[in-house]
Protein backbone atom coordinates (compact mmCIF):
# COMPACT_ATOMS: atom_id res chain seq x y z
CA UNK A 1 0.00 0.00 0.00
CA UNK A 2 1.12 3.33 -0.97
CA UNK A 3 0.95 6.22 0.87
CA UNK A 4 -2.10 8.02 -0.95
CA UNK A 5 -3.86 4.49 -0.39
CA UNK A 6 -3.29 4.41 3.26
CA UNK A 7 -3.97 8.49 3.72
CA UNK A 8 -7.38 7.53 2.04
CA UNK A 9 -8.25 4.37 3.89
CA UNK A 10 -7.11 6.21 7.34
CA UNK A 11 -9.36 9.11 6.10
CA UNK A 12 -11.98 6.99 5.18
CA UNK A 13 -11.92 4.86 8.21
CA UNK A 14 -12.42 7.32 10.62
CA UNK A 15 -13.82 10.78 8.99
CA UNK A 16 -17.50 11.00 8.61
CA UNK A 17 -18.78 13.99 10.00
CA UNK A 18 -20.57 15.84 7.28
CA UNK A 19 -18.61 17.09 4.47
CA UNK A 20 -15.49 14.82 4.89
CA UNK A 21 -16.61 13.16 1.26
CA UNK A 22 -16.37 16.84 -0.02
CA UNK A 23 -12.95 17.30 1.35
CA UNK A 24 -11.31 14.42 0.68
CA UNK A 25 -12.59 14.95 -2.76
CA UNK A 26 -10.97 18.61 -2.54
CA UNK A 27 -7.26 16.94 -1.65
CA UNK A 28 -7.87 14.21 -4.71
CA UNK A 29 -8.22 17.30 -7.30
CA UNK A 30 -5.83 19.19 -5.79
CA UNK A 31 -1.89 18.53 -5.46
CA UNK A 32 -1.99 17.21 -2.03
CA UNK A 33 -0.91 13.47 -3.17
CA UNK A 34 2.18 15.05 -5.12
CA UNK A 35 3.18 17.81 -3.35
CA UNK A 36 5.94 18.15 -1.13
CA UNK A 37 5.92 18.13 2.41
CA UNK A 38 8.60 21.95 2.13
CA UNK A 39 10.30 23.42 0.08
CA UNK A 40 13.78 22.54 1.48
CA UNK A 41 13.96 21.20 4.76
CA UNK A 42 11.74 18.08 5.35
CA UNK A 43 10.54 15.22 2.92
CA UNK A 44 11.06 18.16 0.47
CA UNK A 45 10.02 15.40 -2.50
CA UNK A 46 7.17 14.45 -4.43
CA UNK A 47 4.18 13.39 -2.27
CA UNK A 48 6.00 14.69 0.74
CA UNK A 49 2.86 16.02 2.36
CA UNK A 50 1.03 12.75 2.00
CA UNK A 51 3.60 11.26 3.62
CA UNK A 52 3.96 13.94 6.41
CA UNK A 53 0.45 14.05 7.05
CA UNK A 54 0.22 10.12 7.50
CA UNK A 55 4.02 10.54 10.14
CA UNK A 56 2.19 13.22 12.53
CA UNK A 57 -1.64 11.11 12.50
CA UNK A 58 0.57 7.59 13.76
CA UNK A 59 2.39 9.96 16.18
CA UNK A 60 -0.36 11.65 17.39
CA UNK A 61 -2.36 8.67 17.67
CA UNK A 62 0.80 7.05 19.74
CA UNK A 63 1.03 10.49 22.08
CA UNK A 64 -2.57 10.19 22.68
CA UNK A 65 -3.09 6.32 23.16
CA UNK A 66 -0.05 6.27 25.98
CA UNK A 67 -1.44 9.52 27.48
CA UNK A 68 -4.99 8.43 28.52
CA UNK A 69 -3.72 4.47 29.31
CA UNK A 70 -1.10 6.40 31.41
CA UNK A 71 -3.58 9.16 33.03
CA UNK A 72 -6.64 6.65 32.95
CA UNK A 73 -5.96 3.03 32.32
CA UNK A 74 -8.13 3.37 28.91
CA UNK A 75 -6.24 1.36 26.05
CA UNK A 76 -8.60 2.03 23.37
CA UNK A 77 -9.95 5.42 21.22
CA UNK A 78 -13.42 5.77 21.10
CA UNK A 79 -14.78 6.45 17.54
CA UNK A 80 -15.11 9.90 18.34
CA UNK A 81 -11.52 10.27 19.29
CA UNK A 82 -10.19 8.12 16.92
CA UNK A 83 -12.09 10.98 14.15
CA UNK A 84 -10.35 13.75 16.20
CA UNK A 85 -7.11 12.18 16.14
CA UNK A 86 -7.61 11.48 11.87
CA UNK A 87 -8.53 15.13 11.43
CA UNK A 88 -5.65 16.71 13.48
CA UNK A 89 -3.12 14.16 12.05
CA UNK A 90 -3.99 13.71 8.54
CA UNK A 91 -5.08 17.73 8.01
CA UNK A 92 -3.08 19.65 9.88
CA UNK A 93 -1.14 21.09 7.04
CA UNK A 94 -3.92 21.17 4.05
CA UNK A 95 -2.70 24.93 3.94
CA UNK A 96 0.19 23.65 1.83
CA UNK A 97 -2.37 22.62 -1.09
CA UNK A 98 -1.25 24.55 -4.12
CA UNK A 99 1.20 25.99 -2.17
CA UNK A 100 4.93 24.81 -3.62
CA UNK A 101 5.87 25.63 -7.37
CA UNK A 102 8.39 22.80 -9.09
CA UNK A 103 11.37 24.73 -10.04
CA UNK A 104 14.87 24.03 -11.56
CA UNK A 105 17.25 25.12 -9.42
CA UNK A 106 20.96 24.77 -9.42
CA UNK A 107 23.71 23.36 -6.21
CA UNK A 108 27.29 22.95 -5.55
CA UNK A 109 28.09 19.19 -5.89
CA UNK A 110 30.88 19.64 -3.17
CA UNK A 111 33.95 18.53 -5.71
CA UNK A 112 36.20 21.07 -7.21
CA UNK A 113 36.73 21.14 -11.47
CA UNK A 114 40.27 21.05 -12.71
CA UNK A 115 39.92 25.08 -13.11
CA UNK A 116 39.56 25.12 -9.02
CA UNK A 117 36.15 26.21 -9.87
CA UNK A 118 33.22 24.30 -7.48
CA UNK A 119 31.06 22.30 -9.57
CA UNK A 120 27.30 23.13 -10.25
CA UNK A 121 24.57 20.70 -10.91
CA UNK A 122 20.55 20.77 -11.93
CA UNK A 123 18.03 19.62 -9.90
CA UNK A 124 14.03 19.97 -9.55
CA UNK A 125 13.17 21.96 -6.36
CA UNK A 126 10.56 23.83 -4.87
CA UNK A 127 9.46 27.71 -4.28
CA UNK A 128 6.60 29.26 -2.36
CA UNK A 129 3.85 30.25 -4.53
CA UNK A 130 1.06 31.34 -1.85
CA UNK A 131 -2.21 31.93 -3.21
CA UNK A 132 -4.16 32.32 -0.20
CA UNK A 133 -1.75 34.10 2.38
CA UNK A 134 -3.74 33.59 5.59
CA UNK A 135 -1.07 32.53 7.81
CA UNK A 136 -0.59 28.53 8.24
CA UNK A 137 -2.25 26.74 11.45
CA UNK A 138 -5.33 29.25 10.70
CA UNK A 139 -5.22 28.69 6.67
CA UNK A 140 -5.73 24.80 7.93
CA UNK A 141 -8.30 26.02 9.79
CA UNK A 142 -9.98 28.03 7.49
CA UNK A 143 -9.79 25.39 4.52
CA UNK A 144 -11.69 22.56 6.58
CA UNK A 145 -13.90 24.31 7.66
CA UNK A 146 -15.51 25.57 4.68
CA UNK A 147 -15.92 21.73 4.14
CA UNK A 148 -17.28 20.49 7.58
CA UNK A 149 -17.25 21.26 11.31
CA UNK A 150 -15.02 21.32 13.30
CA UNK A 151 -14.72 20.95 17.46
CA UNK A 152 -12.93 24.07 19.25
CA UNK A 153 -10.22 21.74 20.51
CA UNK A 154 -9.78 20.16 16.94
CA UNK A 155 -9.46 23.54 15.30
CA UNK A 156 -7.08 24.88 18.36
CA UNK A 157 -5.56 21.54 17.78
CA UNK A 158 -4.74 22.33 14.14
CA UNK A 159 -4.29 25.97 13.91
CA UNK A 160 -0.76 25.90 17.32
CA UNK A 161 0.40 22.66 15.55
CA UNK A 162 3.64 24.80 14.76
CA UNK A 163 3.30 25.75 18.64
CA UNK A 164 5.63 28.91 19.05
CA UNK A 165 7.29 28.97 15.91
CA UNK A 166 4.70 30.43 13.92
CA UNK A 167 3.58 34.29 12.81
CA UNK A 168 1.66 34.47 16.25
CA UNK A 169 3.01 35.25 20.08
CA UNK A 170 4.42 32.16 21.91
CA UNK A 171 2.05 33.11 24.71
CA UNK A 172 -1.06 32.35 22.59
CA UNK A 173 0.39 28.68 21.76
CA UNK A 174 1.56 28.16 25.45
CA UNK A 175 -2.37 28.98 26.44
CA UNK A 176 -4.10 27.23 23.54
CA UNK A 177 -1.84 24.02 25.24
CA UNK A 178 -3.20 24.94 28.94
CA UNK A 179 -6.79 24.94 27.47
CA UNK A 180 -6.71 22.02 25.29
CA UNK A 181 -4.09 19.41 25.41
CA UNK A 182 -4.90 17.71 22.23
CA UNK A 183 -3.27 21.14 20.42
CA UNK A 184 0.13 20.54 22.55
CA UNK A 185 -0.20 16.55 21.19
CA UNK A 186 -0.64 17.41 17.79
CA UNK A 187 2.57 20.03 18.24
CA UNK A 188 4.68 17.24 19.36
CA UNK A 189 3.65 14.83 16.84
CA UNK A 190 4.19 17.49 13.89
CA UNK A 191 7.84 17.67 15.91
CA UNK A 192 8.26 13.86 15.37
CA UNK A 193 7.65 13.36 12.63
CA UNK A 194 9.35 16.32 10.80
CA UNK A 195 12.66 16.36 13.02
CA UNK A 196 13.00 12.06 13.36
CA UNK A 197 10.98 10.27 11.43
CA UNK A 198 11.86 12.43 8.32
CA UNK A 199 15.38 12.96 9.32
CA UNK A 200 17.77 11.95 6.57
CA UNK A 201 20.59 10.08 7.43
Known amino acids: MNMR ?5 IYKKHILRAGAEELLEFLINSDFFTAPASSKFHLAVPGGLCQH ?15 IEKRYGITTLTPEQE ?9 H ?5 NYYTPVKKSRK ?20 EDKLPYGHG ?21 RYH ?8 ANNASKAFELYP ?7 ADMLASKIDEKED
Open 5 to 9: EKFIE
Open 109 to 128: TGKMLPNGKPEWEDYMGYDV
Open 182 to 188: LALFTHF
Open 93 to 97: DICKV
Open 53 to 67: SVNVYEQLRDQFLHY
Open 83 to 91: QTIAICGLL
Open 162 to 169: MGPWQQDE
Open 138 to 158: EKSVYIISGFMKLTREEAFAI
